[in-house]
């Protein structure tokens, strides 16, 4: 399975944007979907999951509220809504699958290539 994510740019502080990712295959219908995201000179974070079938959300402190994590299993795609963004969110963006319908702290098993996102004035 591949994933493809897209979204990549630069934004002022309290701006938005979307990221999106796309999965090759339809079982990712069936997999939860997670963002991570790795800034400049730090360890990679957990940002959001999103489970398959009951589309549970979780999120790290640092982005609730702000961040919302959705899914189109028609499309085979999770999208990472980002809202009032913050100079600390620039980082790599990377999208990450695992195959468990629930959201879990077990390793992801596939994963996207990165998308930077900026966040300056």
């Known amino acids: 399975v591949q994933l493809q994510a897209s979204g990549a740019g630069l934004v002022q502080p309290g701006g938005y944007m979307k990221l999106s990712c796309a999965a090759s295959s339809n079982t990712f219908r069936y997999w939860a979907a997670g963002w991570f995201r790795q800034a400049p000179g730090k360890e990679r974070e957990w940002v959001s999951c999103?489970?398959?079938?009951?589309?549970?959300?979780y999120y790290a402190d640092s982005v609730k509220g702000r961040f919302t994590i959705s899914r189109d299993d028609a499309e085979n795609t999770v999208f990472l809504q980002m809202n009032s963004l913050k100079p600390d969110d620039t980082a790599v963006y990377y999208c990450?699958?695992?195959?468990?319908?629930?959201?879990?702290?077990?390793?992801?098993?596939?994963w996207g290539q990165g998308t930077q996102v900026t966040v300056s004035s």
């Open positions: 990450a699958a695992q195959r468990f319908m629930r959201c879990n702290r077990a390793k992801y098993d596939y």
């Open positions: 999103i489970s398959a079938g009951d589309g549970n959300t």
